[in-house]
């Protein structure tokens, strides 16, 4: 299924957002805001969300004007800003995660990007599990959490941004 939708450049308030507490109770907390802020920006172009799911299949199922499902996973890259870089998690505690185990139809990544805005870009998760075969990342990195390991495929941000599509600007 192709994603057809038009989006424009979306402004909307934002809330000054920190960057992840490397705790997993505030970090669910923010993540869940970003869900929240995506279903709403999704919601403007003809998606209703139909349920917000809590495990590793997918994140939010919406279904659009036409009736057809699709399930999105959600992701906020808040050291993009820092480093330039985008990180994808495969692995978590010593078990496979993330891309590695996502049910998703698409992956959302909200970026704060070095220039200050906040970008929304997506793929499909085929296309994004095609990145990691066909080795677009850069490098594996260790992050996360105390005690998390969690692994990441770590994308430079113009080979992420040659593989995704830009969705649109929640600052402008």
């Not at 909307?12 to 993540?31: C, T």
């Not at 994140?59 to 994808?88: H, Q, R, S």
């Not at 891309?99 to 909200?110: L, M, N």
Request: proline content about 2%.
């Amino acid at each position: 299924m192709v994603f057809h939708i038009r989006f424009r450049s979306h402004l909307s308030k934002q809330r000054k957002r920190k960057m992840p507490n490397y705790d997993f109770k505030s970090d669910l907390q923010v993540a869940e805001q970003t869900e929240q802020q995506i279903a709403d920006f999704l919601y403007e172009y003809g998606w209703q969300t139909v349920e917000r799911n809590n495990d590793y299949r997918y994140d939010l199922l919406a279904v659009n004007e036409e009736g057809v499902e699709a399930t999105f996973e959600i992701k906020e890259d808040f050291t993009c800003k820092k480093t330039g870089n985008v990180g994808l998690e495969f692995e978590c505690r010593g078990k496979p995660s993330g891309i590695t185990t996502s049910k998703a139809d698409y992956y959302i990544y909200k970026l704060h990007e070095p220039d200050g805005r906040l970008s929304l870009y997506i793929n499909s998760t085929d296309e994004v599990k095609k990145m990691v075969k066909n080795e677009r990342y850069f490098r594996v990195v260790c992050g996360g959490d105390p005690g998390s390991n969690s692994m990441n495929y770590l994308f430079k941000l113009n080979t992420f941004k040659e593989c995704f599509s830009y969705l649109g600007c929640l600052n402008g």
